[in-house]
C-alpha cells in the first residue's frame, strides 16, 4: 500500500485561508491533534467546516495528503508541481520539485532533497508562499 503523508497543522490552516475545501479523510480537530477516519465509517468528508466548531473561536482544518494538495494547486491555483530525481551522477541523484506557474510560466525549482516526499513538501511549501 502507498504511504500517505498528510501536511501538518501548520500548512493545513494555510490551505484553508486560500480556500482548500476539498473532501479529506483526516483532520486536526480543535485541539490541534490529527484525526483520522477509522474502520468502517472511512468516509471522504470536508472537515473544513464541520458543524460543531461554527460559531467558536477554535476550528477543525482538513489535512490533505500531499498528493490531495498536488490536485488542487494544479486544478485550483494553476500551479504545477513535478518532482523529478537528478539521475546525472550513477542514478545517486536528489530529487528536487518544480513550481511552474501555469498563467505565465514562472518556474522555480527547490533545492534538492533525498526522498520525493521531501521535495513535494518543498514545492508545496513555495507554492502556498506564493499565494499568499
Not at 490551505?15 to 479523510?25: I, M, V, Y
Not at 483526516?26 to 471522504?44: I, K, R, W
Not at 536528489?94 to 514545492?123: E, F, N, V
Amino acid at each position: 500500500m502507498l504511504k500517505q503523508i498528510v501536511v501538518d497543522k501548520v500548512m493545513a490552516r494555510q490551505l484553508w485561508k486560500l480556500g482548500f475545501k476539498e473532501p479529506t479523510l483526516s483532520y486536526y480537530n480543535v485541539d490541534g491533534q490529527l484525526q483520522n477516519a477509522e474502520g468502517d465509517t472511512l468516509e471522504l468528508k470536508d472537515y473544513n467546516a464541520p458543524k460543531q466548531t461554527r460559531g467558536r473561536g477554535a476550528r477543525c482544518y482538513a489535512a490533505p495528503t500531499l498528493s490531495a494538495v498536488q490536485d488542487w494547486l494544479r486544478r485550483k491555483k494553476h500551479l504545477e508541481l513535478l518532482v523529478s530525481r537528478d539521475t546525472f551522477f550513477q542514478n545517486t541523484g536528489d530529487y528536487y520539485c518544480r513550481l511552474i506557474r501555469l498563467s505565465d510560466g514562472l518556474s522555480r525549482d527547490t533545492h534538492p532533497r533525498k526522498s520525493y516526499d521531501q521535495a513535494l513538501m518543498d514545492g508545496i511549501k513555495q507554492a502556498l508562499a506564493l499565494l499568499s
